[in-house]
């Protein structure tokens, strides 16, 4: 069965201090792995798309990488509005329509 | 250009009553999506449409029913609401070809069922 976990569920952050978000998915063909960014009251934002393993994308502060079997999304000295919920989602080879599995999301929060 | 829209983005139904949630979107996009959103559960999807004149059940079908409407228009139908459809619902759609490519969300629908 396909799955999609991410951790940690929440992460608490300094202004300027960087980390990492991770994404560990088990499907059987990877078609496509999406970081998305949702604000509260609000609808998923896209942020990346990665398709094989060692494709690397980036946006601002925000890093995203890839291997065979998880993502990290990377945050760079973040700042107070980079404060969001992170969702990370595969798309699998073999599906049709194009649907997403998505993990539970890592809620962040960034402290000035 | 407005997206995915949704409609209405606040419901409150008691128990029993029914009730339709509306998606438009005007990309031109051939796949559209209905997902659920609950604390602690992520995304989950209920039903979709890979293109016009089709529907297929995702991963929480029971107790909804959709209709595509036209290229356009992917509705959401609660027949007789329980407080366990309470939850926060999703309209998406999906240019690709062959479903590949990011989806795009509206803006939510916030439903509780008494």
């Known amino acids: 069965e396909d799955q999609v976990t991410q951790s940690p569920e929440a992460l608490r952050l300094q202004e300027g201090e960087s980390s990492s978000l991770n994404c560990s998915y088990t499907v059987s063909g990877l078609r496509g792995l999406f970081w998305y960014r949702q604000d509260p009251g609000k609808g998923p934002e896209f942020l990346f798309t990665?398709?094989?393993a060692g494709e690397e994308k980036e946006k601002e502060r925000l890093k995203a990488t890839l291997t065979k079997k998880e993502s990290f999304l990377h945050i760079t000295a973040p700042k107070p509005e980079d404060s969001a919920t992170y969702l990370c989602?595969?798309?699998?080879?073999?599906?049709?329509?194009?649907?997403?599995?998505f993990g539970q999301g890592t809620e962040l929060s960034v402290k000035p | 250009n407005a997206g995915v829209t949704q409609t209405p983005k606040f419901q409150v139904l008691k128990t029993g009553q029914s009730m339709t949630l509306q998606c438009a979107q005007d990309?031109?996009?051939?796949?559209m999506y209905w997902y659920r959103q609950d604390p602690g559960m992520g995304l989950r999807l209920i039903y979709y449409?890979?293109?016009?004149?089709?529907?297929d059940k995702g991963e929480v079908p029971n107790g909804y029913n959709v209709s595509r409407l036209n290229k356009r228009e992917f509705s959401l139908r609660l027949e007789s609401a329980a407080p366990s459809q309470t939850s926060v619902y999703f309209c998406a759609s999906n240019l690709g070809e062959g479903g590949r490519g990011k989806l795009f969300f509206g803006s939510g629908t916030q439903l509780s069922v008494l």
């Open positions: 449409s890979a293109s016009e004149g089709t529907t």
């Open positions: 989602a595969v798309q699998e080879v073999y599906n049709q329509g194009g649907k997403l599995i």
């Open positions: 990665l398709y094989s």
């Open positions: 990309m031109n996009h051939n796949s």
